[in-house]
C-alpha cells in the first residue's frame, strides 16, 4: 500500500484531527522503530506520510485528486479476512453466561 | 411498425424483470441463513448467574458494580471502557485502560482477558489460549475465552468449562459469519459487466443492498469498509445514477462522510454540471468540514480554500467555452463577480496559497481586457480594475513576501507612479533573497535611473540628478547595450541650460551608434522626456518624430529595425517613456506590414531584438488571434530569442489559449535546447522561466487529463433523461430504485462490447500483446518509449501522420496533440519531435529517401508495426469466421 492523503494518517498511526506536535512525536517514535538504514522502505513511507501530513496544502490537494486506480474490492475482502470481526461488547460478555 | 417494436421492447423489459428477480431470490437465498444466524447472535445478552462473582457481574450490571466498595467501581467502569475501545478496535487505549488494576485486584483477570482477545482478534489463537490459560476457570473471563477458543478450533479452553458452551455456541456465529459475509462480498466483487465502462452495475447495487442489511449489525466495519470501496467503484464510470444511490446508504469516509467532496471532484471534470459541482462543493464546505471535529483546522482551511478556487475555475471555464469567440473579445459570459467572489474567499481561506492570488489577478485582468475591448465598457469599470489588479498583487507580496515577480511588476507601477518610497521597501525585501532573475538583480540600477529622472524635475537637484546618472552607469547591467545612456546624459544637460553640451552628447551618440536621422531623434526625444524637458522646449523635438511616426508606414525598414530594438531594450528593462504607447503602436503595425516583403534569411542582432519587440507586442495583423503571423513563427523556429519573445507574450496572456498548445510544442523545443548554451544573462534565465512556465501549463493539461481519464467517458456525469429527477435530498427510495433498475439492466444487456473471457480469447489476447511487445523492443529508444506509452492504437496513429506528408509544422502540430491526448510527458514529445525532425530528409516525402539509413528505419519501424497490426487483424478476422462457420 502506497502512502496517500487517505491512508497518510494510518501509516503514522494518527487520528485525522491530530495537532503538529502529535504528528512529530509520532513520526519520531515511527523512525526510531524504523531507521533508514535498517528498514528503509518503511522508512521511505513514514517520511512521505509524514511529509504530506505537515503541509496541509499538499494534503488538501491530494484529498482532491482522484486516484485514478479503481478501488480494488478483492483486496478489501483478503484483508478483511485476515483480522477477525470484533463482537460487540454485551454480545461478548454474554458469551460467559452460565449453563442453563 | 412503431408499435411492433414498442412491444419488442416491452417483451425485452419484461423478460429482464424476470431475470432482475431470479437474481434476487437467488441472492436471498444464499444470503438468508447468515441473516438468521446474524439475528440469533445479536439476540443475546449477558445474564448474571447464580454463582456469579459481583466484579464479574458489575461489567454488566449497574446495581452490582454500585454494591462494591468505590475503588472497585472504579477499576470496573475501568474493564467497562476497555471493552468499549476493544469493540471500536482501539488496542492500545484499551490497554492503557486497565494499566492501574493490580495483579491482586479482583479484575486482574478481566486485563488478562483483554490482552488475550487482543491477540485473539488479530488472528494469534496461541497467544490468546496462552494469556487465557491463566485465567481462573469458574469465572466469566474464563467462560467466554472458551467458547470463543471452542467456536475458532474447536477446542474449548479446558475440560472444566467445556460443558456449558454447547448451548452459547450458537452465538459464536458471529465469529464464522464473517465468512458468510466475505461470500457476499466477493459475489459483488465477481460480477462481470458487459460494457466495459461500467465498474459498479445495479444488480451489483441489488447485491450490495442485501449485504448491507444482513451484516451491517453484526459486522459493522467490514460493511463499512466494503460499502466505501463499491461507492469508489461507482464514481469510476460515466453516470452517477449509482453513486448518487450508493451515497445515501453508505457513509462516507470521515472526512467526507456525506460524500460531498468525492462527488464535487468528480463533477469537476465534467461539463455542463456546473451547478451540481457548486452544490456538492459548498455543501462539503459550510455544511460537512464545519462538523468534522476530527479534522485539523489547517487542513479543513487549506481544503476550503482549493475546493473555492475549483469552483471558480470551472466556472470561469464553463462560461468561456460557451461563447466561442471568447478568446478574442473577452468573455462576456463570465460571472466576474462572482468567481472574483469565490477567488477571494479561496484567499481568505488561505492567505499563503499562491495560485489563490494568481488565479485573482488573471481574472481581475482578463475582466479588465473584456473592459477594455467591450463596447458595453467604461472608463470607469476600466479604472476601477486597475485598482482591484493593484490591491491584488499588493496583497499578494504581503501574503508571500518571496514572490518575486509580482514585486518586480510592482515596483514598475510604484516607479510610474512616482511612489519611490513604497517601490523602495519592496527592492529592500527582495534584496534578501537570493535572486536569480537579471531584472531583479539590476533593480539597484533601475532605483539609481529613476531617481536620475525625478530628480531632474527641479532645477535644484540637477546635481544630484547627474550623480544618480553616473551611479546608474557604473551598475549598469552588463545584458543591456548602453545605446540611450549618452541620451539621457546628453537630456541632463539640456535640463540644466547646457545646449552646447547637449547638442556636442546627442552628435557623438548619433555618430558613434550610426543611428539614422529619426532613430536619433526617437532616442532623444525619449530621453527629454524622461529628463522633464518642459512641454514648450519639447515641442520642437516632438515634431521631429511623432509626425513621422503618423506616417510610418512610409519610413524605411532599416529604420523600423532600429526603433524596434530601440524599444525592446525598454520594453524588457520596464522603462516605457511617455510616449511609448503611441509610437510603439504606430511604429509596430507598419513594422509588421513592411516585413512581409523581407525576405532576408539570416538576422542581425538589431533585427531579432525588433523582432521580438513585435512579437511580444502582437502587432501582426490578427492581433487576436492566438497564433503568431507565419513568418513570425517560422524565424522563431530558427531563432530562440525570438521563440522565447513569442512564448513569452502567450504565457503572459489572461486568456491562454491551451486547446492550441500542440502548436507551440516547436517554438518550446528550440527555447528549451537553446537555454542550455544562452550566454546573455537576461535570454538565458528568460529561456528557463519560459520553458518552466510552459512545463507547468503541459503538468497542468497532464493532470487534468490524468482526472479524466480515472473517471468513465460521458460527458457530463449523468445519462440525459433523468439528470434533473435525482435530487440530492432525497432519501433512499428502494421503490424508486427497483422501477429505474430494469432500465438500468437493460443497458447492461443490450451491450455487445463484452470481452469474451474464454481461454481462447485470452490467449488470442496474449499473444497481440506479446507481439506489440517484441515490436517495442525493435526500436530505437526514443520511440519504443513514446510506443510503450502509446499503446498499439497511438503508434498506429503515428504512422498515419507520418503516411499524411505533413509540413514539417503540421507534422509536429499533429504529433504533439496526438501525445498530449495520450498523456505523453512534454519533455518525450519535444525528444521524439526533434529525433524525428533531427532524421536527414525526415520532412521529404514518405520518409523515403533511401540513401539515408535513419529515415529509413524510422519508416521501417512503423511500417513494421502496421503490417503487425493488419497480421493480427487478418490472423483475428479468420479465426473469427473459422469460429462462425463451426458453430453453424
Known amino acids: 500500500m502506497s502512502v496517500s492523503a487517505n491512508n497518510a494518517h494510518e501509516f503514522l498511526e494518527l487520528k485525522l484531527g491530530a495537532t503538529p506536535e502529535e504528528l512529530r512525536k509520532a513520526y519520531l517514535a515511527l523512525v526510531r522503530q524504523h531507521p533508514p538504514d535498517r528498514d528503509p522502505e518503511k522508512f521511505r513511507d513514514i517520511h512521505a506520510a509524514y511529509q504530506l501530513l505537515s503541509d496541509p496544502l499538499a494534503q488538501a490537494t491530494a484529498l482532491l485528486t482522484p486516484s485514478r486506480d479503481k478501488p480494488d474490492l478483492m483486496a478489501v475482502i483478503a484483508e478483511a479476512e485476515k483480522i477477525r470481526p470484533r463482537l460487540a461488547m454485551l454480545n461478548l460478555l454474554a458469551l460467559g453466561n452460565e449453563a442453563k | 411498425m412503431a408499435s411492433r417494436k414498442s412491444k419488442q421492447k416491452n417483451k425485452g423489459k419484461a423478460n429482464r424483470a424476470d431475470l432482475a428477480k431470479r437474481q434476487n431470490q437467488r441472492l436471498e437465498k444464499r444470503l438468508d441463513p447468515a441473516a438468521a444466524a446474524a439475528a440469533k447472535s445479536l439476540e443475546i445478552r449477558p445474564v448474571v448467574g447464580s454463582s456469579e462473582r459481583t466484579e464479574d457481574a458489575a461489567i454488566f450490571n449497574r446495581e452490582q458494580r454500585l454494591s462494591l466498595a468505590e475503588p472497585l467501581q472504579v477499576e470496573a467502569a475501568n474493564v467497562i471502557e476497555s471493552l468499549e475501545l476493544t469493540s471500536l478496535g482501539k488496542f492500545e487505549d484499551a490497554i492503557a485502560k486497565l494499566k492501574d488494576i493490580a495483579r491482586s485486584s479482583p479484575f486482574s483477570d478481566w486485563r488478562l482477558f483483554v490482552r488475550g482477545l487482543h491477540a485473539f482478534y488479530a488472528g494469534d489463537v496461541e497467544t490468546a489460549r496462552q494469556n487465557w490459560s491463566k485465567l481462573e476457570t469458574k469465572r466469566r473471563p474464563a467462560r467466554i475465552a472458551s467458547t470463543l477458543l471452542l467456536a475458532e478450533t ?337 537630456g541632463l544637460a539640456l535640463r540644466g541650460g547646457d545646449q552646447a553640451s547637449f547638442e556636442k552628447r546627442t552628435a557623438e551618440a548619433r555618430e558613434s551608434q550610426k543611428t539614422s536621422v529619426l532613430v536619433g531623434d526617437l532616442m532623444t526625444f525619449a530621453a527629454l522626456q524622461e529628463m522633464n524637458i518642459p512641454g514648450p522646449d519639447l515641442k520642437v523635438f516632438r515634431t521631429g518624430v511623432e509626425p513621422k511616426l503618423e506616417k510610418a508606414n512610409e519610413l524605411k525598414l ?176 428502494e421503490d424508486d430504485f427497483l422501477d429505474d433498475e430494469d432500465d438500468l439492466l437493460d443497458d447492461e444487456d443490450d451491450s455487445d462490447d463484452e470481452l469474451c473471457d474464454c481461454p481462447d480469447c485470452r490467449a488470442k489476447r496474449a499473444r497481440a500483446t506479446k507481439v506489440f511487445d517484441n515490436e517495442l523492443r525493435s526500436q530505437p529508444k526514443v520511440i519504443a518509449d513514446v510506443f510503450a506509452k502509446l499503446g498499439p492504437s497511438g503508434a498506429v496513429k503515428i504512422a498515419q501522420i507520418i503516411q499524411q506528408n505533413l509540413a514539417p509544422e503540421q507534422f509536429v502540430t499533429a504529433i504533439g496533440k496526438l501525445f498530449l491526448s495520450y498523456g505523453v510527458s512534454p519533455d518525450k514529445t519535444i525528444e521524439f519531435v526533434m529525433f524525428i525532425k533531427n532524421q536527414p530528409g525526415a520532412f521529404e516525402e514518405d520518409f523515403s529517401s533511401d540513401t539515408d539509413p535513419d529515415a529509413k528505419a524510422v519508416k521501417q519501424s512503423i511500417d513494421e508495426i502496421k503490417d503487425a497490426r493488419k497480421r493480427r487483424e487478418k490472423e483475428l478476422e479468420r479465426k473469427k469466421r473459422e469460429a462462425s462457420r463451426s458453430s453453424r
Not at chain 2, 444 to 470: I, V, Y
Not at chain 2, 617 to 641: I, T
Not at chain 2, 705 to 731: F, L, N, V
Request: net charge negative.
Open chain 2, 154 to 490: 474447536g477446542m474449548p479452553l479446558s475440560d472444566a468449562i467445556a460443558s456449558h458452551q454447547k448451548d452459547l455456541l450458537e452465538h459464536t456465529q458471529s465469529l464464522r459469519l464473517r465468512k458468510n459475509a466475505v461470500t457476499a462480498a466477493e459475489a459483488i466483487a465477481k460480477v462481470r459487466h458487459r460494457d466495459p465502462e461500467v465498474t459498479f452495475s445495479i444488480s451489483q447495487f441489488a447485491m450490495l443492498l442485501n449485504f448491507i442489511s444482513s451484516f451491517r449489525k453484526l459486522d459493522p466495519e467490514f460493511v463499512s469498509r466494503v460499502g466505501q470501496t463499491c461507492v469508489g467503484l461507482s464514481i469510476k464510470q460515466g453516470d452517477l445514477e449509482v453513486f448518487d444511490k450508493l451515497k445515501k446508504l453508505v457513509p462516507g469516509p470521515a472526512d467526507d462522510p456525506n460524500w460531498n467532496r468525492t462527488k464535487s471532484t468528480y463533477l469537476l471534470d465534467f461539463k455542463d454540471t456546473g451547478d451540481l459541482m457548486e452544490k456538492a462543493s459548498l455543501a462539503y464546505i459550510e455544511q460537512d468540514l464545519p462538523n468534522l471535529s476530527g479534522m485539523a483546522e489547517p487542513l479543513k482551511k487549506a481544503l476550503s480554500c482549493q475546493i473555492y478556487l475549483q469552483v471558480a475555475t470551472a466556472e470561469a471555464e464553463r462560461s468561456e467555452s460557451e461563447f466561442s469567440f471568447g478568446f478574442i473579445f473577452g468573455s462576456r459570459n463570465v460571472d466576474y463577480k462572482g468567481v472574483n467572489s469565490l477567488l477571494r474567499k479561496a484567499i481568505q481561506c488561505y492567505p499563503t496559497y499562491r495560485l489563490g492570488h494568481e488565479k485573482l489577478i488573471a481574472s481581475l485582468k482578463k475582466e479588465f481586457e473584456w473592459n477594455d475591448r467591450s463596447y458595453d465598457g467604461t472608463k470607469e469599470r476600466g479604472a476601477r480594475l486597475e485598482k482591484e489588479i493593484l490591491a491584488a498583487k499588493e496583497a499578494m507580496v504581503r501574503a508571500l513576501p518571496d514572490e518575486v515577480e509580482t514585486s518586480l511588476e510592482l515596483i514598475d507601477i510604484y516607479l510610474d507612479e512616482d511612489e519611490l518610497e513604497k517601490a523602495n521597501a519592496l527592492v529592500k525585501n527582495l534584496s534578501g533573497q537570493r535572486l536569480e532573475d537579471p531584472l531583479a538583480k539590476a533593480l539597484p540600477w533601475k532605483l539609481k535611473l529613476k531617481e536620475a529622472m525625478r530628480l531632474s524635475r527641479r532645477k535644484a537637484d540637477l546635481a544630484m540628478a547627474s550623480k544618480a546618472l553616473e551611479e546608474a552607469e557604473a551598475i549598469w547591467p552588463v545584458w543591456l547595450n548602453k545605446n540611450w545612456l549618452p541620451f539621457l546624459k546628453a
Open chain 2, 558 to 733: 532599416s529604420d523600423l529595425f532600429s526603433i524596434g530594438s530601440f524599444f525592446w531594450d525598454l520594453t524588457r528593462t520596464g522603462f516605457k517613456h511617455k510616449g511609448y504607447r503611441m509610437q510603439a503602436s504606430k511604429a509596430g503595425k507598419a513594422f509588421v506590414k513592411k516585413l512581409k516583403s523581407f525576405t532576408q534569411e539570416d538576422l542581425s542582432p538589431v533585427q531579432i531584438n525588433a523582432y521580438s519587440w513585435g512579437a511580444f507586442h502582437k502587432f501582426w495583423p490578427s492581433g487576436n488571434d492566438p497564433l503568431p503571423s507565419p513568418d513570425f513563427l517560422r524565424r522563431a523556429r530558427k531563432e530562440p530569442r525570438l521563440a522565447a519573445a513569442i512564448l513569452s507574450w502567450l504565457l503572459g496572456l489572461s486568456w491562454f489559449p491551451r486547446n492550441r498548445i500542440a502548436d507551440y510544442v516547436p517554438l518550446m523545443a528550440i527555447v528549451k535546447e537553446a537555454a542550455r548554451t544562452e550566454k546573455d544573462a537576461f535570454y538565458r534565465y528568460q529561456f528557463d522561466k519560459v520553458s518552466d512556465g510552459f512545463n507547468a501549463i503541459f503538468q497542468e493539461l497532464n493532470a487534468e487529463e490524468e482526472r479524466r481519464k480515472s473517471y468513465g467517458s460521458r460527458s457530463d456525469g449523468y445519462d440525459d433523461d433523468d439528470e434533473d429527477e435525482d435530487d440530492d435530498d432525497d432519501e433512499f427510495d
